[in-house]
């Protein structure tokens, strides 16, 4: 359990990985900042079963692509529930398409929000963290990042992009008790894979797809004092399939 | 910002931050180089954080290129400050 006096930020927490992060992190005591873009009422029932397992939670409405949101994610955060003393980069969207019909838009779209605002709120997350000499960030990457997946170039260059920055920030700041690590979930069973499941199964040694609570739980050991001597890694999450 | 912010007090709180981050007491000075005081990169990071909560002074990773004692960073706090 957490002793320390501080909170968790999980962006794209009101669904999927997020809210399985939001209340595995929640369940180890950190109070936690449920950031959210759209659906306020996912955001609210996610920050309730917290409440209701005897947790702490809050739900900040912001989108991560502004390039003013970290300062207002953080000072929402700070606010309500003391220092932000760990950060998972969650919020992901898609714009598939194959590369030579990719616009403009669906390329920046993705980038924004997948790689730029990820860095904006690791920079504005270390503030806090090297006062404290303590933090921990997260980055859910994808192994899209790791591996060719025809359709999602613009998803891909910000998932690699997630890992080269984890592996680079981490090694900043490694010297202050500060561990950067990604996760590179593989098929994973949320809204954002939906429909897309059955046709990979079968390509997938353990034959189904993963949850997000099985993200979740490798993200809360990141996030543990246990986890204190690794930094700059990317822990695949993809039972098996890029094994 | 016009009021109050004089080179002793910049001074002593640079020190004060200084050995904070681990820098020797009896070796920090105006005068001391980061080399001297073992103070590295995200050091100075740090201390342009502490400079800019507490003085309201932004100070850039060009403006640290050219900050290579104790004694610049406390003059251009105090500048900046003005």
């Not at chain 1, 390329?107 to 000499?133: C, E, G, S």
């Not at chain 1, 700041?173 to 561990?179: E, G, P, S």
């Not at chain 2, 001074?11 to 005068?31: H, I, K």
Request: with cysteine; glycine share 8%.
């Amino acid at each position: 359990m957490v002793t320390r006096e501080g909170c968790a930020i999980v962006t794209g927490g009101s669904r999927g990985i997020g809210a399985a992060t939001a209340r595995a992190l929640a369940a180890d005591g950190w109070p936690v900042a449920i950031v959210y873009r759209a659906d306020a009422d996912a955001a609210q029932a996610t920050c309730d079963a917290i409440a209701a397992a005897g947790g702490r939670a809050w739900p900040i409405q912001a989108d991560v692509s502004d390039a003013t949101a970290a300062d207002a994610i953080f000072e929402a955060a700070e606010a309500e529930l003391g220092p932000a003393l760990v950060l998972v980069n969650n919020a992901g969207v898609r714009a598939d398409g194959l590369a030579p019909q990719l616009s403009d838009d669906d390329w920046a779209t993705v980038i924004d929000t997948n790689l730029t605002a990820a860095f904006r709120l690791t920079r504005r997350a270390l503030k806090p963290m090297l006062r404290a000499r303590f933090g921990r960030i997260v980055n859910v990457a994808s192994i899209v990042g790791l591996q060719a997946n025809p359709g999602q170039s613009n998803y891909a260059a910000a998932k690699a992009g997630l890992v080269g920055m984890t592996k680079t920030v981490a090694a900043e700041v490694a010297r202050r008790n500060i561990t950067v690590n990604a996760v590179a979930p593989g098929f994973i069973a949320t809204d954002m894979t939906e429909g897309l499941l059955e046709a990979m199964a079968e390509r997938i040694p353990v034959r189904r797809a993963g949850t997000p609570e099985e993200v979740a739980a490798c993200i809360r050991f990141l996030v543990s004092d246990e986890a204190s001597y690794v930094t700059g890694a990317t822990l695949v999450v993809d039972g098996g399939l890029t094994a | 910002m016009s009021t109050a912010v004089t080179a002793e007090q910049v001074e002593a709180r640079v020190l004060a931050a200084l050995v904070t981050f681990g820098a020797d007491a009896d070796v920090v000075s105006r005068d001391a180089t980061w080399e001297q005081l073992e103070v590295d990169s995200l050091d100075l990071v740090e201390l342009a954080q502490v400079v800019e909560d507490e003085y309201n002074v932004e100070i850039t990773s060009q403006d640290m290129q050219h900050l290579l004692t104790v004694g610049h960073v406390v003059d251009m706090v105090v500048e900046r400050a003005a």
